[in-house]
């Protein structure tokens, strides 16, 4: 269970609002799509609720834990258990993106591992599933340098799926896929939310967001304007997007 009240942000000298009184319940196995204009607030909700953005007032629970009460506990869970991922991946330039998935983040993975690079083999060959599932089997063995925006983004995406995230937080995740890989993508995320109840919060095309979101929010002014079980939008709901 997730739960946030009255997050606000605001930015720069003049104190501008991005976000104002946020606040939402959210079970697991949900993908959450958010929708909205340009300087509508969706990316920074995004690095507030991965804690990479200092909120300026709210309330933020998971599973129990106040994370604004008990900050060591509180973000030391989000490290491990939560993924965020930018439009432009994280990763080592240097890896192959097979040992990318492999050795994961430095809060997902046993120092001894990273320094070694070993890994069993029932690793290997889950982080192999996971590339054949997202099409980048064949690109396995190539350094992550050597690969494309989108093929470094789903890289990513298969790092967190084998590391156990159980939120992930994605902005724009499919950006720069074609058509049927980006479905491929999506399809595979619903289906670990209905299976596993991984939770996705994830920003998507409108179009995309309609097809894929089992609940979709509508921002405007930094609020959450429309907060729908996914279907299609109504002409009111699309007002602004």
């Known amino acids: 269970m997730i739960t946030v009240e009255h997050l606000a942000k605001a930015v720069g000298e003049d104190k501008l609002p991005v976000l104002q009184d946020i606040g939402f319940q959210l079970e697991p196995g949900e993908l959450v799509v958010l929708v909205g204009a340009s300087g509508s607030g969706k990316s920074t909700l995004l690095r507030c609720l991965a804690l990479r953005e200092k909120w300026d007032r709210g309330n933020f629970r998971v599973d129990g834990i106040d994370i604004m009460k008990s900050p060591l506990a509180g973000r030391r869970k989000i490290r491990r258990e939560w993924t965020y991922l930018e439009q432009n991946a ?19 993975t046993p120092l001894w591992r990273m320094v070694t690079g070993m890994v069993r083999q029932d690793d290997y060959m889950g982080a192999m599933d996971e590339l054949d599932t997202l ?33 992930i937080l994605a902005d724009e995740p499919v950006t720069g896929l074609d058509p049927r890989t980006a479905e491929g993508v999506l399809e595979t995320l619903r289906r670990l939310c209905k299976e596993t109840g991984l939770t996705v919060i994830t920003v998507l095309p409108l179009e995309l967001a309609e097809r894929y979101a089992t609940r979709l929010w509508v921002l405007e002014n930094g609020r959450i304007k429309h907060d729908v079980r996914g279907r299609r939008l109504t002409s009111q709901e699309r007002q602004n997007l």
Request: charged letters at 25%; zero cysteines; glycine letters at 10%.
């Open 135 to 167: 099409g980048l089997l064949d690109k396995a063995k190539l350094k992550t340098s050597q690969l494309s925006g989108g093929e470094r983004q789903r890289v990513a995406i298969a790092r967190a799926l084998v590391h156990g995230a159980k939120v």
């Open 90 to 108: 994280e990763l080592n330039p240097n890896r192959t993106a097979l040992k990318n998935v492999l050795i994961g983040q430095s809060s997902q």
